[in-house]
């Protein structure tokens, strides 16, 4: 791109205030014709969310799109040594918290269903933080392909790094399926310990995972529990000054007091 700015040397005579301001006019109209093919929502070529993605989901995407392309690596949940299977990448959900900007359910719109009702949509955004742990036995490890073994350490180390391209790749794809944003957020300090009695090393990595959680409600349906709510608050009320409004006597007439030994003994126990 031509730059707008004078190179050394061309200060005096070669630029002019109208040539400056004719340089700075065109770069201008250039960003105006570019922008609409970027910008504008109306433009088909634009990423956009087709439906909504929850955690889990997200899980079975990755999980499903990994596996096709490392089956031997499988993508589990946490899980203890006992049932392990190395090498192998354990998910987990280490934080999930209601987005800064939307603290609760907030309107979104309103919809005429195909039943003749009205519903109304509201949504709120929460940030999740998903882990993705690559576990490998510390002694020795193989990658498919490979001719030699490596140590386990080594064997994560790749892993990991491959992991990680994999899911830069595959963040449009995310994003196209329904989650709302996925960044990258931190490699955790590598670690080994000893999961029924063996030995393994970890690798572990975190994504900040946006999700919307969706709730769509009938407005017939809120004003008729409304109604039963204030018909039971109102009969709630009628209870309570009848109570008020009975003397204390009538109760001194209709109870009666017994006193029940549960030990069978001859003096009751008060």
């Given at each position: 791109?031509?730059?707008?700015?004078p190179?050394?040397?061309?200060f005096?005579?070669?630029?002019?205030?109208?040539s400056?301001w004719?340089?700075?006019?065109?770069?201008?109209?250039?960003?105006q014709?570019?922008?609409?093919?970027?910008?504008?929502d109306?433009?088909?070529?634009?990423?956009?969310?087709?439906?909504?993605?929850?955690?889990?989901?997200?899980?079975?995407?990755?999980?499903?799109?990994?596996?096709?392309?490392?089956?031997?690596?499988?993508?589990?949940?946490?899980?203890?040594?006992?049932?392990?299977?190395?090498?192998?990448?354990?998910?987990?959900?280490?934080l999930?918290r209601?987005?800064?900007?939307?603290?609760?359910?907030?309107?979104?719109?309103?919809?005429?269903g195909?039943?003749?009702?009205?519903?109304?949509?509201?949504?709120?955004?929460?940030?999740n933080?998903?882990s993705?742990?690559?576990?490998v036995?510390?002694?020795?490890?193989?990658?498919?392909?490979?001719?030699?073994?490596?140590?386990?350490?080594?064997?994560?180390?790749?892993?990991?790094?491959?992991?990680?391209?994999?899911?830069?790749?595959?963040?449009?794809?995310?994003?196209?399926?329904?989650?709302?944003?996925?960044?990258?957020?931190?490699?955790?300090?590598?670690t080994?310990?000893?999961m029924?009695?063996?030995?393994?090393?970890?690798?572990?990595?975190?994504?900040?995972?946006?999700?919307?959680?969706?709730?769509?409600?009938?407005?017939?349906?809120?004003?008729?529990?409304?109604?039963d709510?204030?018909?039971?608050?109102s009969?709630?009320?009628?209870?309570?000054?009848?109570?008020?409004?009975?003397?204390s006597?009538?109760?001194?007439q209709?109870?009666?007091?017994?006193?029940?030994?549960l030990?069978?003994?001859?003096?009751?126990?008060?």
């Open positions: 791109m031509q730059s707008s700015f190179f050394p040397g061309r005096d005579s070669d630029l002019t205030l109208d400056k004719q340089s700075y006019s065109d770069s201008k109209q250039r960003m014709q570019q922008d609409p093919a970027y910008y504008n109306s433009d088909s070529r634009r990423l956009k969310a087709e439906g909504n993605l929850s955690y889990l989901g997200f899980v079975e995407i990755v999980k499903k799109l990994w596996e096709n392309s490392y089956p031997d690596i499988p993508i589990v949940a946490t899980f203890g040594g006992k049932f392990a299977q190395y090498p192998c990448i354990a998910y987990g959900l280490e999930k209601a987005h800064n900007q939307e603290p609760k359910m907030r309107y979104r719109d309103k919809a005429l195909d039943d003749g009702k009205y519903y109304i949509i509201e949504a709120q955004r929460f940030q933080v998903v993705f742990t690559v576990i036995e510390a002694d020795a490890g193989k990658l498919e392909g490979d001719a030699q073994r490596y140590a386990g350490a080594e064997v994560a180390d790749r892993i990991i790094d491959i992991f990680e391209d994999f899911m830069s790749e595959y963040t449009p794809v995310f994003k196209k399926l329904g989650a709302s944003e996925f960044v990258y957020a931190r490699r955790i300090s590598d080994e310990i000893n029924d009695q063996t030995d393994v090393v970890k690798r572990a990595v975190t994504y900040l995972l946006t999700t919307e959680k969706i709730n769509v409600t009938a407005v017939d349906k809120i004003e008729s529990i409304v109604a709510v204030r018909q039971w608050v009969y709630e009320k009628e209870l309570i000054e009848q109570a008020a409004a009975t003397p006597s009538y109760y001194d209709q109870m009666e007091l017994k006193i029940i030994d030990n069978q003994g001859s003096t009751p126990n008060f």
